[in-house]
């Protein structure tokens, strides 16, 4: 995704369960644990950039329920199918079906 929404749902005692966000996608610092989102509140959400990398920690207790939503940019994704930017594919070597290109 270009945006993602991600809100934390379930019950208020969770344990565990840090949002973990790591260098973006395509940097240096891809894949090194930048920081996290303590327990985030039920309720509340955090936005990122798609190629923000992240993680969610183990939930050591209770319920943790999270609804995201990825939001995307039909201009760019109709130049890569998803899969292909994910594996970083940059030849006319598709896999896909082509109604993803």
Known sequence: SEVTLNCCLGEEDFEGGNVQFYGLR??????KLLGEVE???VGRAVIHAGRHLHAVSEVTAGNRYALIVWTRSWG???LTC?????NRRM???CICDSRWN
Do not use: F, I, V
Request: net charge neutral; aromatic share 0%.
């Open 82 to 86: 998803p899969c292909c930017h994910l």
């Open 76 to 78: 760019m994704r109709r």
């Open 39 to 41: 327990r985030p509140d």
């Open 26 to 31: 395509g940097t240096p610092n891809e894949g």
């Open 91 to 93: 030849d006319a070597s």
